[in-house]
């Protein structure tokens, strides 16, 4: 089970980290991911990382987010700098396990004014 936090209303250029908390050990999660949905849109990769640490990025979010997992902990993280209006969508964390069974959390609303 995966719960996100951390979502909040923030202005233009602020900043957020969300949290994706597992409820066991995330050592057997081979890849986690950040989806975001906006309102009327598909949702959407925004980052990736593997258990080694390799991480991957949308284009959007590229050089502003910065994905990282701390195994010890059990979570997972996304701190978001630089944030726009088009950052405003409901943003949820992906597990997938080396048995390849595929786990979500319910997701965190980030909102950007303008």
């Known amino acids: 089970q995966l719960v996100e936090s951390g979502g909040d209303l923030v202005q233009a250029g602020g900043s957020l980290r969300l949290s994706c908390a597992a409820s066991?050990?995330?050592?057997?999660?081979?890849?986690m991911r950040w989806y975001r949905q906006a309102p009327g849109n598909q949702r959407e990769l925004v980052a990736v990382i593997t258990l080694g640490g390799t991480t991957n990025y949308a284009e959007s979010v590229k050089g502003r987010f910065t994905i990282s997992r701390d195994n010890a902990k059990n979570t997972l993280y996304l701190q978001m700098i630089s944030l726009n209006p088009e950052d405003t969508a409901v943003y949820y964390c992906?597990?997938?396990?080396?048995?390849?069974?595929?786990?979500w959390g319910q997701g965190t609303l980030v909102t950007v004014s303008s």
């Open positions: 066991g050990s995330i050592f057997s999660i081979n890849v």
């Open positions: 992906n597990g997938r396990y080396f048995s390849n069974r595929e786990v």
